[in-house]
């Protein structure tokens, strides 16, 4: 029998708000622990929580990035329940009146568009982070991370392959990164997901029982887990087994996942509308507010670069992959006017140098002026592109500008005709030989000397130029 | 001490003359603390050093001219569910024997501000759950009145206190009757402030939708001076909303005007019983009253028609609701604001060598720290909040509230306050109550409305019963009217002495007049068989 894999993500996201969703303190990573943290987020008897707005305006431009409907009147929940990471032993999370609803993305893979919708968007706060010392058999609770404003993207169970779902978490992280709402550093876990998946005869319109596996901080984990959930479960069925609704742990380095806990051992949250805070309202203006301030998302931006900009499908993927590339290319492009060009030294050279240095896009420092003046100069034929990547290295290296290094290393290219005329001619007198084998039908000859014009004049000469008047000597010769 | 006689405004008023100093008051209240509280058991915790300190800065203050309130100098007592930085804070559980928080309530920090003076914090039933004072696993507190009855609670120990002489003035917190009940109790004036008026930030909660801290003292206008300085938004707490039309504080800044009139004998005009419209429910003389209070009531209403009141009867649908309904959503809240207390973070923590896993740590922290009563309402709520269960009991639950918050709301649209009984009867003996959980939660029938409704509600002594015990009325009014509530106590005080007996028991020593004093043994006895906890 063929099976169809169903699979919903829930994808938790930490907000890069200044401070944390219910008090003041920052919102960090990678501090001392316990020191980010106070009454509130770490549930001291007593205190109490404060809504920080910033958070409902980031929920606010996520809802409307990903179509939700967004509720007008919004409250926040508890659940209940016992872990040392929790302080108050309850999550200010949201079940009854979530902010968001009934969303969707689209999707395209392998030139198949889908629609992915959208079950829920809310709002909760994280939990701290425990650190299991096993030299001294003991466990330690950092509380910096109480509190962090997270949003929570449940997705309705419309995905069918892993690809889909990776194809569903980069298009919706690069929404996230654009719209300024989150990093989304899987490495720091400020991105995480739910996978949920079953299986099902292929055509039928009945979902199988479905497994989770919870808290995945990798695209990689997640294709992976994806692809031998499914075959686990239909292994299962072949073989006249039931799978069992629980939750279970994948584990990368031993590439399988692990049953962790039933659906009888589930909790029961227990979830009550907070007391200790009041309903959020929505007005019409202050949505309409985030709406104009909504930057152009990544799927808008990709068709006017095709449409407008003559891109290729795969160049316009590529450019709009990172809000800081996309905005690196956007300025470069207002600088020079040259879309294919600065297309083509994003793709190539910039990409390059990210993997050389093993660093983020918004952590290498270039400007927009820089790149578009080697970007011209290399169009313009001012340096050839051999050159023009030192130039860039030595940019982002030492800081130089370009036109000024290029002087300093006397890189511009000679296109002073009377200087290439006489070279020409020296180079023909030095090698009567090549002009003979011209001469007999071996043009290859003509190469042989452009390579030592070229050498004579440090490697500088304008190749076009250099290159008719070879010709034209040669034939005058 | 003859200060005693006098009440915070009139010692607020020497001090602010410079009669008397707040460190001189301060070491005297403290020696009667020592000589008194042993029997009286008000206070979990003397800090000396502290209050030293504070009638220090207090004088310092007063000592500036103009900088000072009628409060400065006047030492008091901090309900022992109120966060003091630095200083033990233990909702009279031995979960939080050893707490000391590291930040105190906004409520605290604004007394601090205007030079009060604490000596000590004072108990409570266990995280405030209870009516008698006797569910606290630290301290028995007896009754001032009558030795071998309680003080009521959950803010017993602010009751006794101010009822005992050791302070002019408590804080209470009240979620179904814990600030009027004792205030009945003790022959007391305490008020519950309506929802919001007054920051729980630092109030250790017990039911967050219903919490509210308030004053005790011998009269409304020391009641109205604690509330004035207590009262107002606090950024810290959402629930305790901005004064947007600015009436609460308005109403507030002219009450203490008159207040500091009539402390200087002067007379105040507007402060009568003349023309108000109160509403007395029929259906409270069809409960179980005790008779004296029932007849305290009839005479109640004459005194008042007499001066100038207008009484008539009104009905009051779902008083029978009431209690489950308070109940279930306070024990829900509870089941949830208590949770924290798991041996992680602070607090006790089992000390047993063979905890087999985290699950079996927690249970056993909780089992062997937490007191009955408390465990009792984290069960109950536990279960109205389950899954399958929550339509039946929590939300059900929430909409009996929003029909008694709706009946209470238009009853005041047609009168200016609503008149009951606090108690069905007065202070019981101690050891009398804990048996019977159901006919202890019944005793609020008359408080909890209050609560649910977010009304503030007034007690004030109106008689004794056949004992000499003090028995109470109960006067509702509108919201964030808390100056009108107050005021038309000061005027109800005006008419009737009921709330000078007070001074009397005031002056007494512990043993003096109280011949049932050691009734039923010493106090570890009876403690440890209220509670089964040895002191």
Redesign the interface.
């Given at each position: 029998m063929t099976y169809e894999t169903v699979i919903g993500l829930e994808v938790h996201v930490e907000l890069s708000t200044a401070s944390k969703i219910f008090c003041g303190c920052p919102v960090t990573y990678g501090q001392e622990p316990n020191t980010k943290c106070c009454?509130v987020c770490?549930?001291?008897?007593?205190?109490?929580?404060?809504?920080n707005k910033n958070v409902v305006e980031y929920a606010l431009r996520t809802c409307l990035a990903v179509n939700c409907e967004i509720s007008r009147i919004t409250r926040f929940d508890?659940k209940?329940y016992?872990y040392?990471d929790l302080?108050?032993?309850?999550q200010i999370s949201q079940l009854y009146q979530p902010i968001g609803r009934n969303g969707w993305l689209d999707i395209e893979v392998n030139g198949t568009k889908r629609r992915v919708r959208i079950h829920e968007l809310h709002m909760e706060e994280d939990a701290g982070k425990l650190m299991h010392d096993p030299w001294e058999d003991q466990t330690l609770?950092d509380y910096n991370r109480c509190g962090v404003p997270l949003l929570e993207i449940v997705s309705e169970p419309d995905l069918r392959s892993a690809e889909e779902a990776l194809t569903y978490l980069e298009q919706l992280r690069g929404i996230l990164q654009f719209i300024g709402v989150s990093d989304c550093r899987m490495e720091e876990g400020s991105l995480r997901a739910d996978v949920n998946v079953s299986v099902r005869p292929a055509g039928s319109n009945e979902f199988g029982t479905r497994t989770e596996m919870k808290n995945m901080n990798s695209f990689k984990a997640i294709g992976r887990a994806i692809e031998k959930e499914s075959l686990r479960q239909i292994e299962l069925l072949n073989e006249g087994g039931r799978v069992i609704q629980e939750t279970r742990r994948w584990d990368e380095n031993k590439d399988a996942s692990f049953p962790m806990r039933s659906k009888e051992d589930a909790h029961?949250y227990?979830?009550?509308p907070d007391?200790?805070?009041?309903a959020v309202h929505v007005s019409e203006d202050w949505i309409d507010q985030v709406r104009r301030e909504l930057p152009e998302l990544p799927a808008d931006r990709r068709k006017r670069y095709i449409g407008e900009l003559g891109l290729s499908d795969y160049e316009a993927q590529i450019v709009t992959g990172h809000p800081v590339i996309s905005g690196l290319f956007e300025d470069v492009y207002d600088l020079t006017k040259l879309a294919k060009d600065t297309a083509s030294w994003i793709m190539g050279e910039y990409l390059q140098l990210l993997k050389d240095k093993n660093c983020g896009p918004e952590n290498l420092s270039l400007s927009a002026e820089d790149l578009a003046a080697v970007v011209s100069m290399t169009a313009e034929g001012k340096v050839n592109r051999v050159t023009a990547r030192k130039v860039l290295a030595a940019v982002i290296e030492d800081g130089v500008k370009p036109q000024t290094y290029i002087e300093q290393h006397g890189l511009a290219m000679v296109s002073d005709a009377s200087l290439l005329e006489d070279t020409v001619r020296r180079v023909l007198a030095e090698n009567p030989q090549s002009i003979e084998d011209y001469k007999n039908g071996k043009k290859k000859a003509a190469g042989f000397l452009v390579g030592q014009a070229m050498r004579a004049l440090g490697g500088k000469a304008d190749p076009q130029l250099l290159g008719s008047i070879i010709n034209r000597q040669l034939s005058e010769a | 001490m003859d200060l005693l006689k006098q009440t915070a405004g009139g010692v607020g008023l020497l001090l602010a003359d410079r009669k008397i100093s707040s460190v001189e008051l301060t070491a005297d209240i403290l020696k009667m603390t020592e000589e008194r509280d042993e029997v009286l058991g008000c206070l979990i915790t003397v800090d000396k050093a502290n209050a030293m300190k504070q009638a220090q800065a207090a004088d310092d203050l007063l000592a500036d001219v103009g900088t000072g309130s009628l409060l400065t100098g006047v030492p008091m007592v901090v309900k022992d569910?109120?966060?003091t930085a630095g200083i033990r804070?233990t909702?009279g559980s031995r979960m939080?024997e050893k707490?000391i928080?590291?930040?105190s309530?906004s409520v605290y920090s604004r007394l601090q501000k205007i030079g009060a003076v604490m000596t000590g914090k004072s108990n409570l039933d266990e995280f405030a759950m209870g009516s008698t004072c006797e569910t606290s696993a630290l301290r028995l507190t007896r009754n001032p009145w009558d030795h071998k009855r309680v003080p009521g609670g959950s803010s017993g120990g602010s009751a006794a206190a101010v009822a005992g002489g050791l302070a002019w003035y408590a804080l209470g917190s009240d979620t179904g009757g814990s600030i009027r009940q004792p205030a009945g109790y003790c022959g007391l004036t305490g008020l519950k402030p309506t929802y919001g008026a007054v920051s729980?930030?630092?109030?250790?909660?017990y039911?967050?939708?219903l919490d509210q801290i308030g004053p005790m003292a011998q009269d409304a206008a020391d009641c109205a001076l604690v509330f004035s300085a207590a009262a107002g938004p606090d950024?810290?707490?959402?629930?305790c909303v901005q004064d947007v039309s600015g009436s609460l504080r308005a109403g507030l800044d002219k009450l203490n005007r008159d207040v500091e009139i009539v402390l200087s004998g002067g007379s105040v005009d507007k402060i009568s019983l003349k023309g108000l419209k109160i509403a007395v429910p029929a259906v409270w003389r069809e409960h179980a009253l005790q008779p004296e209070i029932a007849d305290v009531l009839e005479k109640t209403i004459k005194k008042l028609e007499t001066a100038g009141a207008i009484c008539s009867e009104c009905d009051l649908p779902l008083l029978d609701e009431s209690i489950p309904a308070y109940y279930l959503i306070a024990s829900?809240?509870a089941?949830?604001n208590l949770?924290?207390y798991?041996g992680?973070?602070?607090g006790s923590r089992t000390q047993a060598a063979d905890v087999s896993d985290?699950?079996d740590f927690?249970s056993r922290t909780r089992a062997e720290y937490l007191g009955p009563e408390v465990k009792r309402r984290i069960m109950l709520g536990?279960f109205a909040?389950?899954?399958g269960y929550?339509d039946a009991w929590?939300l059900k639950a929430q909409r009996v509230r929003r029909l008694i918050k709706d009946y209470y709301q238009s009853l005041l649209a047609d009168y200016d306050y609503i008149l009951g009984p606090i108690t069905p009867a007065t202070a019981p003996e101690i050891g009398t109550s804990l048996e019977d959980p159901l006919t202890m939660y019944l005793s609020d029938i008359y408080t909890v409305a209050a609560n649910l409704t977010g009304l503030p509600a007034l007690a004030l002594p109106c008689g004794f019963d056949k004992n000499n015990l003090p028995i109470g009325l109960q006067l509702t009014g509108r919201a964030y009217q808390d100056a009108d509530l107050l005021r038309t106590g000061m005027a109800w005080q005006r008419e009737t002495d009921y709330h000078l007996r007070v001074q009397q028991i005031r002056q007494l020593g512990p043993a003096e007049g109280n011949t049932n004093l050691f009734a039923g043994g010493g106090n570890e006895k009876i403690h440890q068989s209220l509670t089964g906890v040895a002191l």
């Open positions: 009454p770490t549930g001291l008897p007593g205190a109490l929580p404060v809504l508890r209940n016992f040392p302080p108050k032993a309850y609770v029961d227990r979830y009550f007391p200790d805070l009041t | 569910n109120i966060s804070t909702c939080l707490y928080p590291p930040y309530a729980r930030y630092g109030l250790i909660a039911a967050s939708s950024k810290r707490d959402s629930t829900a809240e089941s949830g949770s924290r798991d992680v973070q602070y985290l699950a927690y536990t909040l389950s899954s929550y929590y």
